[in-house]
């Protein structure tokens, strides 16, 4: 457990009350998952139901339990070394066990190395030691331990201490580097750096031992037996060598299953080992070890893709590199895996900068931007810059190769970084784009994207009308079964968003309740597909909807769903925007300062992902809550900058209320001027909501409007207004803007 350099880190999370023993989980609360997870298919039949993301969320789940399950016996300990080389899923089942812990009898011992910062870096039962350099007298002991002597000449112990500086790997490599000299009476000759003692040992190797470690090294610092065997290039047999290598402690044996597993010491006696390999014979062994593989594993090639892509790219064979790297890249995407995604398209696209060109590279690379485009969208934002370089450079590929099927692909990818960064002119272009092309194929696929992508411009721009048309005919274009490979064709699911963005529409018409049903229905297609991307859109939209018709305490449940669902999955757009939504539900609960911070936050985080979108309605919801603490002033800072952003790009969906607000704020600070500016405002508001066809606006905007004019002594006008824009309405009376409307309404009947 103890770091490499002079000072490692310690996570500890969550001690026990009693004395904690290292035991082994032995529940299996879902033995199939377990078995999958193992590549055993016996028993996991079921299994092949399951979405990628559904199969990882039951595997993460069954690994909670165990661990839960068996601290209930007795307390545990859990310790996982160097974890500043994690992966992002073994990262993620950490950061959700360590949600897990609180109050639970585990102990998770963690080290890393100074620099990493772990996900659970604020939480309360979080304790982080820094590791000291070892003291002279435990250095001693450690130097003792491995000499197997008690004394050693005092002019050797003490090059050793100040050559190792208590660094413990480095105290043990000085002392097996010493053995052999201890005795002779001279000077020993001890190199300055642990890599360099390393290197020393490897040369002092006998030939096939020396060549056994670096074959070894070759395949990583865990490898099987049986892969070793398969490019041992030694004649007769490797076990005498093995065990030379063993008892040098160079590796060690783990028990495994079906056969045993052999590790490296430490990380760094492997990349020594790698180190003293002549590039040639470096290269040939990389590609022995893939060939070996693919022979080996050839039944189950899918779960070996990312190690074979990276044998093929060290053996120099870009062939078969590129395609190993391709399909790592997509099974993660299959998996909702977007960084490890990220990380494989762009090793292929470096790799193709290698290679001449020609006519083919272009079409792989054009293959790869896409790709890549997609899981930079759900990884980083759909407006972040890679975003559109990667798009941008797909565009110009299709030029150069031609009619080709990936242009539709990378159309849409920049219509949607377009519509992020709200660039409606451009978005719509696209959009037109789109559809010229679906309608030149007569590809349905194709229609189907178009009617979604130019259903989201219309909506933002405020064709309200226009937009609910084209999300209703993706609906109904749209075959769960047909089309589910959308998903991680295009990013997400088309069927979910028409559904969820079709919702939004609907609310702004004036159909709050036929919007609530849709969200939901996009939320129960969302859980059948268990694509990641997907559900966070609907999940968020759902909290927007609820946002919209002013519940509270349904769009705080939602937004905070939103938010853990899109945190644990690594989807900053959604969980940036929930927290928006999240603060307005605060404030709203009289939680002003918590609230606006929430917001401000939240803003702040969703501007980190490169968007812009939406940006006057979150201005809006800010200017809200600043009028829900009396705050007229910030209030309305934040209104003269959400019609800025109106004027400057055309992003009108929320025009109205905009309007409608800065009224209400001017009336907070009194007087005959702020009302007759309060009226214009709510005259603004109203227009604008009749012009955009938004009913839902509409309504507010007159009850802003009767409720002052009521003050003012004209009842007559104010029961008039409003009474034709509420006998309009045909549903959503149980919704607090309705309700309001109502409760005026009986007031100015009454006192007509």
């Not at 395949?219 to 099987?224: A, N, T």
């Not at 129960?524 to 946002?547: D, K, R, T, V, W």
């Not at 800010?622 to 003269?640: K, N, S, T």
């Amino acid at each position: 457990m103890v770091g490499l350099g002079t000072r490692s880190t310690i996570e500890r999370v969550e001690i026990g009350n009693s004395r904690p023993k290292v035991a082994r989980a032995s529940a299996l609360p879902d033995g199939p998952s377990l078995l999958q997870l193992l590549g055993v298919p016996a028993g996991t039949d079921w299994c092949t139901g399951l979405s990628p993301e559904a199969s990882k969320r039951r595997t993460f789940e069954t690994l909670r339990q165990m661990l839960l399950r068996s601290s209930r016996r007795q307390p545990l300990i859990v310790a996982i070394e160097n974890l500043h080389w994690i992966d992002k899923t073994s990262e993620d089942f950490l950061t959700l066990l360590v949600d897990s812990l609180a109050g639970v009898p585990i102990l998770l011992l963690l080290t890393s190395r100074p620099g990493y910062r772990p996900p659970w870096i604020g939480k309360s039962y979080r304790c982080q030691l820094t590791l000291q350099p070892l003291t002279p007298q435990d250095s001693c002991s450690i130097v003792q331990a491995v000499l197997q002597m008690e004394q050693l000449p005092e002019r050797l112990m003490q090059t050793i201490l100040d050559k190792a500086a208590g660094n413990p790997f480095f105290l043990e490599e000085l002392a097996w580097a010493t053995i052999q000299h201890v005795g002779r009476g001279a000077d020993v000759p001890l190199p300055d750096t642990i890599q360099a003692v390393l290197m020393a040992r490897i040369d002092q190797l006998g030939a096939l031992p020396g060549q056994l470690l670096q074959a070894a090294a070759v395949l990583g610092k865990e490898f099987p037996l049986q892969l070793l065997e398969a490019i041992w290039e030694g004649a007769g047999d490797l076990e005498p060598h093995l065990t030379e290598l063993q008892r040098l402690e160079l590796l060690h044996e783990r028990p495994a299953f079906p056969e045993p597993v052999y590790t490296f010491k430490h990380v760094l006696g492997q990349e020594a080992a790698y180190a003293s390999l002549p590039v040639g014979r470096r290269r040939a062994l990389h590609e022995r070890a893939a060939r070996a593989m693919e022979a080996l594993y050839g039944d189950r090639l899918e779960e070996h893709c990312g190690e074979l892509a990276h044998h093929y790219l060290r053996s120099g064979n870009s062939t078969k590199a590129l395609a190993y790297l391709q399909r790592a890249g997509q099974q993660a995407l299959q998996r909702s895996a977007n960084v490890e995604a990220v990380t494989h398209f762009s090793n292929g696209l470096e790799l193709l900068k290698t290679l001449p060109d020609t006519l083919e590279r272009d079409r792989q690379e054009l293959e790869f931007q896409t790709r890549l485009g997609l899981a930079l969208m759900a990884s980083r934002g759909y407006a972040a810059p890679e975003v559109k370089q990667a798009y941008i450079r797909a565009q110009e590929l299709c030029e150069h190769v031609g009619d080709t099927p990936q242009l539709f692909s990378v159309l849409r990818g920049l219509c949607i970084f377009c519509l992020a960064r709200a660039e409606f002119q451009m978005g719509r272009a696209l959009g037109e784009q789109l559809f010229s092309l679906a309608e030149r194929t007569q590809n349905v696929a194709f229609s189907l994207e178009a009617h979604r992508t130019l259903g989201l411009t219309l909506l933002y721009v405020g064709e309200f009308g226009a937009s609910r048309h084209h999300l209703e005919q993706g609906v109904a274009l749209y075959d769960p079964q047909q089309h589910r490979a959308h998903a991680l064709c295009y990013g997400n699911d088309p069927g979910i968003a028409c559904l969820s963005y079709g919702g939004r529409a609907l609310w702004f018409l004036g159909y709050p309740d036929q919007a609530l049903q849709r969200e939901y229905e996009g939320l129960a297609l969302a859980e059948s597909l268990s694509h990641s991307h997907s559900m966070a859109q609907a999940l968020g939209i759902l909290a927007n909807i609820y946002q919209a018709r002013r519940q509270i305490q349904p769009t705080h449940e939602w937004a905070e769903k939103t938010i853990e669902y899109a945190t644990e999955q690594g989807i900053p757009y959604w969980s940036a925007l929930a927290a928006i939504l999240r603060g307005w539900a605060l404030a709203a609960q009289d939680q002003i300062e918590a609230g606006i911070a929430e917001m401000r936050q939240g803003m702040k985080r969703y501007r980190a992902t490169g968007a812009t979108l939406a940006w006057s309605w979150f201005l809006s919801m800010l200017a809200e809550a600043h009028g829900q603490g009396r705050q007229a002033e910030e209030g309305l800072d934040c209104v003269a900058e959400a019609l800025m952003v109106v004027e400057s790009t055309g992003e009108r969906y929320y025009e109205a209320e905009i309007h409608r607000l800065k009224g209400e704020l001017l009336l907070m600070q009194g007087g005959a001027a702020a009302a007759a500016q309060a009226e214009a405002c709510f005259r603004r508001a109203l227009a604008v909501a009749r012009c955009l066809g938004a009913k839902s606006h509409e309504l507010r905007a007159g009850t802003s409007l009767a409720r002052l004019w009521r003050e003012q002594g004209r009842l007559g006008e104010a029961l008039s207004l409003l009474t034709s824009i509420y006998d309009w309405f045909t549903e959503g009376f149980d919704t607090p803007d309705l309700q309001e409307a109502r409760r005026l309404l009986a007031e100015l009947s009454a006192e007509s």
